[in-house]
């Protein structure tokens, strides 16, 4: 992890949950443990390469707990560690903020972007 310039709590922490991906990724990972395949389903629109870089930092930073099983083909799973669950309320509450910047109309959240984020599955837990 990079050295924080400011030392300012927030910017550490943003360096291990900064970028676009990274807290959507805790987000779906906060149901339960994925594949690699169901973290691409759930955000279709990040890139093969970016998923498996911020996995890899997650993992780094011990939010992500990666489990490759000796089966045949290999399963590989993605889970929250301990440290990575303490997350879920700062979660929650980024969730619920979202929500209010969506239903804003001026927000600078497109209407394209809101409904993209929007999209549930079914069976998806809702955060609200």
Request: proline share 5%; with cysteine; hydrophobic share 35%.
């Amino acid at each position: 992890m990079k050295t924080s310039i400011t030392g300012c709590p927030v910017e550490v922490a943003m360096q291990i949950l900064g970028g676009r991906w990274r807290a959507v990724l805790i987000y779906y990972l906060l149901e339960g443990p994925k594949r690699f395949s169901d973290l691409r389903r759930d955000v279709p629109r990040i890139s093969q390469r970016m998923l498996t870089l911020d996995l890899r930092e997650l993992e780094r930073s011990g939010l992500v707990r990666r489990t490759v099983y000796a089966e045949v083909p290999v399963r590989v799973e993605y889970e929250l560690t301990p440290e990575g669950r303490e997350l879920r309320g700062i979660i929650h509450e980024l969730c619920l903020w979202g929500k209010r910047l969506q239903r804003k109309p001026t927000s600078g959240v497109t209407r394209a972007d809101a409904s993209a984020l929007s999209v549930t599955r079914a069976g998806r837990r809702n955060m609200s």
